[in-house]
DNA sequence: AAAATCCTCAACCGCAATGTT
DNA sequence: AAACATTGCGGTTGAGGATTT
């Protein structure tokens, strides 16, 4: 026989996160690090199905996100990837570290297909699409367009040579930093890290209840078969205990945006 | 000021690949 | 080897904010 099923979807909460099931999903998998996500919203105290916990903590309350709008040469670099790969998302957010497959996707959605489409460009070999023949009113407009498309065919040649090399270095590179997600010890070393980076150890201690100077973490060795012996009484604990300061200064303490200074730190996240 | 329309992006769904029993 | 669970991926949707009429 199989396993259980991942969720029976009855009773449980769809639609945007709250506040306090982010704050309680965060603080779950810094207890506990991230095993089987199945079971995360069981143990979190969380009404959603393992799916839909791991999408929330992917796309959006991951600390080493790197938020805000696409820089011009990370659009040069999506569309050029984009012409090799095609709608591969994660394969392309693999070369940008700190974005979402899910963001990048949504981008190219709403803008670059809309920006390339208004230079005239396919969206597929970045060439000028066949235009009929225009009016000599339109002659300025479209010497215009055609020198726009000329810069971004360009500029976007340029990139993907850089983009090739880099793709070599990036595999070398993400094979030595690789850190497997369920090892949770090395996880909260690195959140340690970050944390006290931050100087938001304390806080963190109090509220995760990890040691910063044991590392003893209460359920590194939480497995399928052992969740049984997880402590539910610490996730309580801090429920009733932390997790109400946590909300009370976490907004104000804390944005997930001052994380992004430390991207180089937190390369370890990288899938 | 209100209504209509557009735009963004978080979240969901279903499927495929992979892992486990 | 087969059956099933879990995870990850890409397509799609829809709520809500922004902009236009």
Redesign the pocket.
């Known amino acids: ?7 029976d ?1 009855v009773g449980l ?5 709250t506040i306090e099931e982010d704050h309680k999903l965060v603080s779950f998998i810094l207890n506990n690090g991230i ?4 079971v995360v919203p069981k143990l979190a105290g969380l009404l ?1 199905c ?3 916990c ?3 903590w ?3 309350l991951r600390p080493d996100l790197k938020r805000g ?1 696409f820089t011009e040469m990370e659009e040069d670099q999506i569309i050029q990837l984009h012409a090799r790969l ?8 693999s070369h940008f570290p700190g974005r ?4 990048i ?3 190219w ?3 670059i297909k ?1 920006k390339l489409k208004c230079l005239g460009l396919d969206v597929v070999n970045l060439k000028p699409i066949e235009q009929k023949q225009q009016t000599d009113d339109n002659d300025d407009d479209d010497k215009e367009k055609t020198n726009q498309q000329v810069n971004v065919s360009e500029r976007i040649e340029e990139n993907a040579e850089s983009i090739k090399s880099l793709d070599s270095e990036t595999e070398l590179k993400r094979e030595e930093n690789k850190v497997a ?1 369920d090892d949770s010890d090395e996880l909260l070393n690195k959140f340690e890290m970050l944390c006290s980076n931050l100087e938001l150890g304390t806080w963190i201690s109090q509220d995760t209840n990890i040691s910063t100077t044991t590392n003893s973490v209460s359920s590194s060795s939480m497995s ?2 052992d969740t049984s012996h997880i402590s539910i009484d610490e996730s309580s604990y801090f429920q009733q205990n932390s997790l109400h300061q946590w909300v009370d200064n976490m907004d104000s303490i804390l944005s997930w945006d001052a994380f992004n200074p430390l991207d180089q730190d937190i390369s370890f996240f990288e ?1």
């Open positions: 026989m199989g396993r259980q099923p991942c969720c979807k909460k769809r639609g945007p996160w095993h089987c996500w199945r959603r393992g799916k839909s791991r999408l929330r992917i796309n959006y709008g095609g709608n591969r998302w994660s394969k392309i957010a979402t497959d899910n963001e996707k949504n981008h959605n709403t803008r809309k997600w399928l078969d899938k």
